[in-house]
């Protein structure tokens, strides 16, 4: 389990800093290319930090790893929150699962963690908010493109 984790530690800094060199101008969500907005910043390929109130990250998995990973990294986030409630979201058609959290502590973004598989490609995708997520998913326009909430 350890050893998973830190895989997708390593996995993720070793994208964000092969891609610091060079300028993003397009997204890679499970194989959809996705422009950038406007005044929102990419730190990689897959990685879309301060966009209005908001940061998203996903990580293309195999189906192996989809299989073990995200419970990982539910339990990892599932620390010290003050709620946990089950979601869906609807993304490109496909049906994710999992888990919308909330912080006791302000210093904790509130976040969205769900998991499956869109456009044939398994991921985990993390939405991060210092806001009320469901209200930043209706009206944020990125958020829009890739997902909705099912209810």
Not at 28 to 52: G, V, W
Not at 92 to 105: D, Q, V
Request: hydrophobic share 40%; glycine share 2%.
């Amino acid at each position: 389990m350890k050893k998973l984790l830190l895989i997708f530690s390593l996995l993720c800094m070793s994208i964000s800093f092969s891609q610091s060199n060079r300028e993003i101008k397009t997204l890679d969500y499970a194989n959809i290319e996705i422009e950038i907005p406007d005044k929102c910043t990419a730190k990689s390929k897959h990685e879309l930090l301060k966009c209005n109130g908001i940061s998203v990250q996903w990580m293309h998995l195999n189906k192996e790893t989809l299989k073990t990973v995200p419970e990982q990294l539910i339990k990892k986030f599932s620390k010290k929150t003050n709620s946990k409630e089950q979601i869906e979201v609807i993304s490109f058609g496909a049906t994710l699962k999992g888990y919308k959290f909330t912080y006791k502590n302000s210093e904790s973004w509130n976040r969205i963690i769900v998991y499956g598989i869109v456009n044939k490609q398994p991921l985990i995708l993390n939405v991060a908010s210092e806001d009320e997520l469901i209200a930043i998913t209706n009206s944020n326009e990125f958020l829009k493109k890739i997902m909705k909430i099912k209810r």
